[in-house]
């Protein structure tokens, strides 16, 4: 699992659009779009959980929007946990991080705690 925040996520990001092999999920706060993939990348077996502030100014709602959209138009599963603030990692998003590793990692039956 990768985990990024801000040029952190983009770094992540980049890595899930060009070696999507290397890993099985990735953790992304304020993640922008690094770049548009040239050629056609399977991320059918990837997960995806954005953590992003509605009043971001940095990356704005639409922004994570596309970058969600360009993720799930190659396959990846995707999520995005929105909260109040901006361009930060907030507890609220820390817990819901949290919650969606666990169940990434736990079996579908298992409850989550």
């Known amino acids: 699992v990768a985990i990024g925040f801000s040029n952190g996520a ?3 990001a980049s890595l899930l659009l ?7 999920a990735a953790v992304l706060f304020s993640p ?7 050629t056609d990348v399977d991320l059918s077996q990837m997960s995806v959980f954005i953590g992003a502030g509605r009043t971001d100014h940095i990356v ?3 922004q994570t929007q596309a970058f ?4 799930r138009d190659h396959g990846a599963k995707v999520v995005i946990h929105w909260g109040p603030g901006g361009h930060a990692i907030t507890p609220h998003h820390v817990a819901a991080a949290r919650e969606w590793i666990l169940r990434q990692t736990s079996p579908s ?4 705690r």
């Open 10 to 12: 983009n770094i992540a």
């Open 18 to 24: 060009t070696h999507p092999w290397m890993l099985r």
């Open 32 to 38: 922008m779009i690094p770049f548009r993939p040239e």
């Open 60 to 62: 704005s709602p639409e």
């Open 68 to 71: 969600a959209s360009l993720l």
């Open 109 to 112: 039956e298992a409850p989550v």
